[in-house]
Every structure is written in structure tokens, then in C-alpha cells.
């Protein structure tokens, strides 16, 4: 198992790669990024995260049910208490939706960037968790987690984070006036609490290995509220609203296959 620990490292840090180099497109885009492109990715990522959900924590979750009394009872009450977790964070931290001008959580008197920032930095949560979750399993030589399964996630994960990084890095200059050097650290940053996430999943779950199918269902939970409660109705905003539903379907297929094939 020693020998996996490199391949583990680059596996949690893959993700926040993938936000770093979507926020370094605040570069490339002199324009932004149009309304289209924008619903585009919001649909992609939105199926990743889906499709991450079912086959990489929930099936897995139930696989490590068989023998429970009740096989779905782990997987279901995981998911419910990852999703009310989530409606916690949501209420209480202020941020600010892409598209809105209107705050969410507690009152605060913070920057406009700010709270662009910590709207995503939210939603990166679940994402660490679900992560760590995975590798976790490896490191615990679960038989129903792989380590080819995990580092599956952590690529698909950086994928839609790609699309993440640009949508919150370029508003940042067009929006809140700050440089593309400033948006560029603001929208990277934004990505780091993916791997701390997914390193304090893995310290905990070291000492609740019994509940390792809780912990992905939860994580399952969480990555859905953000679909649910952010991605899919940006994407489906108009104009452009089905090019949101396309992006979804190519996320989702997309990783499926790669769950399957290297899972």
C-alpha cells in the first residue's frame, strides 16, 4: 500500500489542478465567456457530478450494504444527511450566485468577489469530500473501491472544474473590476478546498471505517444539492436553455465511461 501513496497524492490534487487551469482562461478570453458557453458548462458539470454521485459513491455505498440488514438504509440516510448538511452550509455561509445580485447565507458586509468566491468554494466542498471518501476506501483495500475507481472520480471531478474555474474567474474582472492576475488567484483558490477536504475525509474516515458507506452516500448527498440547487437552474436559465440540457448529457456520459472502464 506504500507504494500507492504518491499515485494517492497526485489523485487528491488532480481536482484543484483542473480549477487552476479553468481560471487561468481569464487570460485567453479576451470577450469572456458568452451566455451559450456559459450554460454549455453549468449542464457539463452538472452531469459529471451526477453521474459521479450514482456510480462512484451510491453504488458503492450499497455494495458495501449487503450484508446490512436493510442494504439501502446506509446509502439513503448518507444521502439524506449529506444533502441537509449542504442546506446547512448553504444558509449560513454568505455568498453570492453567478447571474445574481442578490446575497445568500448569513448578512455580511463582504466584497462583491468575495462572495462570488465563496459560492463556489461551497460547492467545491462535496466534491473534497467525496474524494477523500473514495480514496479513503483504497486505503482501507475495501474491495469495492480501486484505486484506477478513484483516481476515475478524481479526473472526472477536475474535468467539470475546468468549466468552474472560468465561470468564476472571468466574472471577477468583467463584474467585480478586479485584474485577470487578481480573478486568476480568486478562481484558483476557490479550487483548494477540494484536496484539504478530501485529506480531513480520509483523517476521519481512518477512525469510522464502519461508516464508509455512510460517508459516501453523505458525499453523494452533498454533490447533489449543488446540482440541484445551483448548476442545473443556471444552465437552464434563458436564453440558451437547452444547450444547458446537452452539456449535462455529455458530462454525464462522459463520467459514466469513465467510471466504468477504469473503475
Known amino acids: 500500500m506504500n507504494d500507492e501513496f504518491p499515485i494517492i497524492a497526485i489523485g487528491l490534487a488532480i481536482p484543484f489542478m483542473g480549477t487552476a487551469l479553468g481560471a487561468a482562461m481569464v487570460f485567453f478570453l479576451k470577450d469572456g465567456m458568452t451566455a451559450f458557453m456559459q450554460k454549455l458548462l453549468l449542464g457539463f458539470a452538472s452531469g459529471v457530478m451526477i453521474a459521479a454521485a450514482v456510480w462512484s459513491l451510491l453504488i458503492p455505498s450499497m455494495d458495501m450494504s449487503k450484508e446490512h440488514m436493510l442494504p439501502w438504509f446506509p446509502a439513503a440516510l448518507g444521502f439524506l444527511l449529506g444533502m441537509g448538511f449542504l442546506l446547512l452550509l448553504d444558509t449560513l455561509i454568505p455568498h453570492l450566485h453567478l447571474d445574481s445580485q442578490t446575497p445568500e447565507g448569513t448578512q455580511a458586509n463582504l466584497k462583491k468577489s468575495t462572495m462570488l468566491v465563496l459560492a463556489v468554494t461551497l460547492h467545491n466542498i ?70 484539504i477536504g478530501a485529506m480531513l475525509t480520509i483523517l476521519f474516515s481512518a477512525l469510522l471505517l464502519p461508516m464508509m458507506p ?35 448529457a455529455a458530462g454525464f456520459v462522459l463520467m459514466m465511461i469513465l467510471d466504468v472502464a477504469l473503475g
Request: no cysteine.
Open 214 to 248: 455512510y460517508l459516501l452516500a453523505f458525499a453523494a448527498g452533498a454533490m447533489m444539492y449543488v446540482v440541484v440547487e445551483e448548476l442545473i437552474p443556471a444552465s437552464q436559465a434563458e436564453p440558451h436553455s437547452n444547450i444547458g440540457t446537452v452539456g449535462l
Open 126 to 195: 462535496p466534491e473534497g469530500m467525496a474524494i477523500g471518501a473514495v480514496f479513503a476506501g483504497v486505503l482501507a483495500e475495501n474491495a469495492t473501491m480501486s484505486l484506477a475507481g478513484a483516481l476515475a472520480l478524481s479526473i472526472g471531478i477536475a474535468i467539470q472544474n475546468m468549466p468552474e474555474g472560468a465561470i468564476i474567474s472571468m466574472p471577477l474582472v468583467s463584474e467585480a473590476g478586479l485584474s485577470k492576475r487578481k480573478a486568476f488567484a480568486y478562481g484558483a483558490a476557490s479550487g483548494i478546498v477540494e484536496p
